[in-house]
């Protein structure tokens, strides 16, 4: 299985006590999201493993307000920053996904097993196109 490479952001640019979602299929919603913790780094996958829904309320909202919980807002699950763990909610023990991931040259790389990138779409029109007349 071959590993597919995201560059996120740079790593100087995730602070303690914060998130930030990442969609890194360009799909048009955070499939990942980062923190730091305790001067680590984690990244998770954005979906609780209660009812696979995205966590965060708004973008880049995934932690409580005192920035210690991971916080499911569909539901009220809490979850370790550290490791993960659902502590509180209908999940309780359950684990978000970790990520494979690196730093590279400063940068945050997300290593992803074989995954097909989306297509961009792109949209032509078929109407003949015409020559607006001169108005002189």
């Known amino acids: 299985m071959t590993l597919r490479d995201f560059p996120l952001c740079r790593?100087?640019?995730?602070?303690?006590?914060q998130a930030r979602g990442f969609d890194p299929l360009?799909?048009?919603k955070d499939s990942v999201f980062a923190l730091v913790h305790e001067g680590?780094?984690?990244?998770?996958r954005?979906?609780?493993?209660?009812?696979?829904v995205r966590l965060e309320y708004r973008k880049d909202r995934f932690l409580s307000a005192?920035?210690?919980l991971i916080v499911c807002y569909a539901h009220g699950a809490q979850f370790l920053p550290g490791t993960g763990e659902c502590v509180y909610g209908?999940?309780?023990?359950?684990k978000l996904e970790a990520l494979p991931w690196r730093v590279e040259e400063g940068w945050l790389v997300l290593?992803?097993?074989?995954?097909?990138?989306?297509?961009?779409?792109v949209e032509v029109s078929r109407l003949t196109i015409h020559r607006i007349p001169d108005r002189d």
Request: hydrophobic share 25%; aromatic share 2%.
């Open 11 to 17: 790593v100087d640019e995730l602070v303690e006590g």
């Open 26 to 28: 360009q799909r048009g």
């Open 40 to 44: 680590q780094l984690r990244l998770y």
């Open 46 to 52: 954005n979906s609780c493993p209660h009812l696979d």
């Open 66 to 68: 005192d920035g210690q």
């Open 90 to 94: 209908p999940c309780l023990g359950q």
């Open 111 to 121: 290593q992803m097993p074989g995954m097909k990138v989306a297509p961009r779409r």
